[in-house]
């Protein structure tokens, strides 16, 4: 008679293996739920009781005096900033000010690129000879960081606001105009083809069929293009701004007011934050239908 | 009306190294009016260029396609096309896909949505005309899909394996239903299905293509249409003994192709 050998792991193992199995195989779904869908789950809970863990962390160690102020000021310290910043303002201006002035250039450049960005890009998607011309320069100059050719926008354009946004412009236009681009492609050839049977003209295959289908790439590059946007801010307004929130940024930091960059850095991301909910509603009012066909 | 196909022929060039194809050779075809034409074969036979080029999208190499005498020069609405998966506009609800061709042809709002209702009633779908189509159904979907088709009011309905992605149950419903309307509407339909019993439940005339070159290697004229027309149950029909030997028949001309593989 042979030894019995065991078919059990070891306990250790059990656990260890317990534990990994979630990513091996998921548990069956509740009704109402899909099984094996990526990433599905709420995460409103986890992400805010991320953040409130973040601000304690920061609080302690400052309350601990752990680290400097003039390193890491606390969270008390950005808030009277900010109220004070609101009612006294920053160099004479006040904050609504500078955020306001902030906002336009890089809303100004925004729409600015997708109203020439999103027609030019379904342009390049809809005809050879358009991308051919315009392909090689965007590629070109797409992946140059902003703070390159900074210097030439100010030679050529001056120190004027037209500089500033064409800056931002440029950072925003690129991806816009690429995702249009690709947009073109996401019509289906069969409904292409669908509508050409029924008698449509090659404008109304545009209009009704390859632009709606475009509009969800169109509208994600848009989000993607706004981020672009904000990011170039703060080397916009590195040109002889007097009044921005990226201004207000590159100042405090000359200064060491810690509180204040932070502050500033907190309302730039506020901005874009909620400006990126918005696109988030948009779009799910105007492409319900995203991913569902 | 009538639609003509003379000497037809599609050859696909030498691309990446593969040698050119001949997916077409001297076709000849004509559709009459009231004709319910079946297109059967194995894959590669040219059933779907064949379509393409009925359709307009493609151009024959040689020979000539010709609808009441005029020569067909592209894809226009006397033409309209049935496909595989649907291919309806999700962003628009199910009353504005069906009504979707007569928005094309400039119909105003109110009769094309006039049109589209009947449409939408004889293919059971009222009820749901504001629903929006990726809600529906996939047998829901397709027949929105011959819905929108109809609505066109093609002298010539092209249907690419319209019922192929739908289950048995659902398949055999919309197969009475195709022909129900068939024969209400008078129109002339050219069908392609890899189903050789819908084929000839459904056809008034099929043609068995075979591949390489695809050309028409038979044609049979199929009375079972007229005969679920005039009443006969189609259960009924397609145990009868006739269907069925037409069947087998049908089946050892494709399986003899597929085995020359």
């Known amino acids: ?293 | 009306m009538a639609l003509e196909i003379s000497q037809a022929s599609v050859e696909f060039p030498a691309a990446n190294g593969r040698p050119p194809v001949e997916a077409l050779r001297r076709v000849d075809l004509t559709i009459e009016p009231g004709d319910f034409t079946v297109a059967l074969g194995a894959s590669g036979c040219g059933k779907s260029t064949l379509l393409n080029l009925i359709a307009g999208f493609l151009a024959p190499s040689s020979g000539d396609i010709r609808l009441d005498g005029a020569a067909v020069e592209g894809p226009s609405a006397d033409r309209s096309v049935v496909f595989q998966k649907h291919a309806l506009l999700p962003w628009l609800n199910v009353i504005d896909n069906v009504a979707f061709g007569l928005k094309l042809q400039g119909t105003p709002k109110e009769q094309r949505y006039e049109v589209a209702e009947k449409f939408i009633g004889l293919l059971g779908l009222a009820g749901f005309e504001k629903s929006p189509v990726y809600s529906l159904s996939g047998g829901m979907q397709q027949r929105v899909g011959i819905a929108r088709a109809l609505t066109c009011d093609p002298k010539l309905l092209l249907m690419d394996e319209p019922l192929g992605a739908l289950d048995a149950l659902t398949r055999e419903r919309a197969q009475e239903l195709i022909l129900r309307i068939w024969k209400d509407t008078g129109k002339s339909v050219f069908f392609i299905t890899h189903s050789v019993e819908e084929a000839l439940f459904m056809g008034t005339r099929l043609i068995v293509m075979s591949p390489r070159p695809g050309r028409i290697a038979h044609t049979f004229d199929l009375p079972f249409s007229q005969r679920f027309c005039d009443g006969e149950p189609a259960r009924q029909i397609k145990a009868s003994s006739d269907f069925v030997s037409l069947r087998e028949e049908v089946l050892a001309i494709i399986f003899a192709d597929e085995e020359e593989e």
Do not use: N
């Open chain 1, 1 to 293: 008679m042979t030894d019995h050998i065991s078919t059990k792991a070891p306990a250790w193992r059990q656990t260890v293996g317990g534990w990994m199995a979630q990513f091996s195989r998921s548990r069956p779904t509740r009704p109402g739920e899909t099984y094996g869908v990526p990433g599905q789950g709420e995460t409103v809970v986890l992400s805010l009781a991320t953040i409130a863990a973040f601000i304690f962390v920061w609080w302690l160690v400052t309350a601990l005096g752990l680290v400097k102020p003039l390193f890491v000021p606390s969270p008390q310290a950005i808030l009277s900033k900010f109220v004070d910043i609101l009612t006294a303002g920053f160099t004479g201006t006040p904050l609504w000010e500078h955020a306001g002035i902030s906002a336009a250039r890089v809303f100004g450049a925004f729409l600015l690129a997708c109203a020439i960005g999103v027609p030019l890009g379904l342009a390049m998607g809809m005809s050879p000879l358009v991308r051919g011309i315009f392909d090689p320069p965007i590629e070109f100059y797409r992946p140059i960081p902003p703070l390159a050719y900074l210097p030439l926008m100010i030679i050529w354009f001056g120190i004027g606001e037209v500089s500033k946004v064409l800056l931002i412009f440029l950072s925003v236009f690129a991806p816009v105009a690429l995702g249009a681009k690709a947009g073109v492609r996401s019509a289906a050839i069969e409904q292409i083809h669908a509508a050409y049977s029924f008698g449509a003209s090659r404008w109304q295959v545009l209009r009704y069929v390859i632009l709606p289908s475009a509009l969800p790439e169109i509208l994600t590059a848009m989000r993607i293009g706004i981020g672009f946007g904000w990011t170039t801010l703060v080397a916009a307004e590195m040109v002889a701004a007097t009044k921005g929130i990226g201004y207000m940024v590159l100042t405090a930091s000359q200064f060491l007011q810690t509180a204040t960059v932070i502050m500033g850095i907190i309302v730039i991301a506020a901005i874009a934050y909620a400006f990126d909910l918005l696109m988030r509603f948009i779009e799910r009012r105007v492409v319900p239908w995203k991913g569902r066909m």
